[in-house]
């Protein structure tokens, strides 16, 4: 009995393991997105669901990113872009260093943050890991991309790393790398994961190549919110998007793009070789990104980003993350039993044949920020971009944010 009991606790562990360190990313080379420009994508899965952006100006670059909300010091960035258009991010792997028994350290958000505040571009990027100490106690894959077009992914182990170039036909025939929880230079099996999750995105991205429509806001509305399951065949939007308003209506959730444990999802959409870096663009999803909605931020704007993406004293949370939070527990509404809460969604609460679900009122709004954004970012490309302007377009954003949460779901965010 005492050893059933020690084997089901190590597949508790396993299990939960598995389901919280679950990312999702790729970069994607200028060659092939829809305006020329390269991007890199982070769904992140974490047991930290509240989440932050945080700006700082203690390195050599000026940087902004995805942090931990209760790391309000912001020791750890978990994708970010400087001021010199460089930008990184990471997902945990589970394959490379197998049959090695170092003690891993955990640091890849430290890596992000040495990187963003003293790395201009992928050599730049290459010199740091040259110069990692061996074993580096890392495995991880870390997805980079630059303002001279560079877009790469490494898979880094004890003992050094591999690259794995965007840009090069034989590596990446359609212009992107995906990565889950595992490497390619690592060994395939039980001990990684995301192999689903790769699989759907991959059929995702090679549709936009194809048709010509890759850019941030396919990623965000159509792959890191896609209820499509590579396995199953199942698409959530598709099978009950016909059901009326209130009424509760419950579907399997596993192995989608999106998960319980994703806390946030970005993209960083890039430059233009010989292009200003400053109009580098973070788009962050902050908190469970079917609740929660894209909003853009760029370093020239240092600090000045809209108080909705800061942690607030009040909620010990980013504003906008506490909401995303509060309407994840409509979609999330099991409340007893542990892989009944984990597994079973109310996708009614998400969309409905009334147009009133939580996606469905969110996207209008997350449309024209992406519309109005674009048509800025049109003006500031050919003329100048004055920080004044955006600490203006900053506060529009805020105030619509607000008027939204508590209009559409009344949740006051003051």
């Given at each position: 009995m005492k050893h059933l009991k020690i084997f089901f606790l190590t597949l508790s562990i396993l299990l939960s393991s598995y389901q919280i360190n679950a990312c999702t990313v790729a970069v994607i080379s200028g060659k092939y997105t829809k305006?020329?420009?390269?991007?890199?994508?982070?769904n992140r899965d974490t047991n930290y669901i509240n989440n932050q952006i945080m700006y700082f100006n203690d390195g050599k670059y000026s940087y902004m990113g995805l942090v931990n909300s209760?790391?309000?010091?912001?020791?750890?960035?978990?994708?970010g872009q400087n001021s010199a258009g460089f930008a990184i991010m990471n997902s945990a792997s589970y394959n490379l260093n197998i049959g090695d028994d170092t003690k891993l350290s955990g640091l890849e958000g430290r890596i992000i943050k040495e990187a963003l505040a003293t790395c201009a571009s992928i050599q730049d990027f290459e010199e740091y890991l040259n110069n990692l100490p061996i074993p580096t106690r890392l495995e991880a894959n870390f997805g980079v991309i630059d303002a001279q077009g560079g877009a790469v992914m490494y898979e880094l182990n004890n003992n050094g790393y591999v690259k794995f170039d965007a840009n090069d036909a034989k590596v990446a025939p359609f212009g992107y790398i995906i990565r889950g929880n595992y490497s390619f230079m690592g060994s395939f099996g039980e001990e990684s994961s995301g192999y689903l999750r790769y699989n759907t995105t991959n059929e995702l991205f090679y549709n936009a190549m194809a048709t010509n429509t890759f850019d941030a806001q396919f990623i965000i509305q159509d792959v890191t919110r896609s209820l499509k399951h590579s396995l199953t065949k199942d698409d959530l939007y598709r099978d009950y998007a016909g059901i009326p308003e209130n009424t509760p209506t419950y579907s399997f959730f596993h192995d989608f793009i999106p998960r319980k444990s994703t806390s946030s999802a970005c993209v960083v959409q890039g430059v233009k070789k010989g292009e200003n870096p400053e109009f580098t663009t973070l788009w962050s999803v902050v908190g469970f990104p079917l609740t929660s909605i894209a909003i853009p931020?760029?370093?020239?704007?240092?600090?000045?980003?809209?108080?909705v993406l800061k942690r607030n004293e009040e909620?010990?949370?980013?504003?906008?993350?506490?909401?995303?939070?509060?309407?994840?527990?409509?979609?999330?509404?099991?409340?007893?039993?542990?892989?009944?809460?984990?597994?079973y969604v109310n996708i009614n609460a998400l969309i409905n044949?009334?147009?009133?679900?939580?996606?469905?009122?969110?996207?209008?709004?997350?449309?024209?920020?992406?519309?109005?954004?674009?048509?800025?970012?049109?003006?500031?490309?050919?003329?100048?971009?004055?920080?004044?302007?955006?600490?203006s377009y900053y506060n529009e954003l805020n105030k619509m944010l607000l008027k939204m949460?508590?209009?559409?779901?009344?949740?006051?965010?003051n």
């Open positions: 305006d020329g420009r390269p991007l890199l994508w982070k209760k790391d309000i010091h912001g020791k750890s960035v978990w994708i931020t760029w370093v020239k704007g240092e600090n000045d980003f809209p108080n909620f010990n949370d980013a504003p906008i993350c506490f909401a995303a939070l509060e309407l994840k527990k409509e979609f999330f509404s099991i409340r007893w039993g542990r892989w009944a809460m984990r597994y044949d009334d147009n009133t679900g939580i996606h469905q009122k969110i996207q209008p709004y997350e449309n024209k920020v992406f519309k109005d954004t674009n048509d800025k970012l049109d003006i500031w490309r050919s003329n100048e971009m004055k920080k004044e302007d955006i600490k949460y508590i209009e559409e779901f009344e949740i006051d965010l």
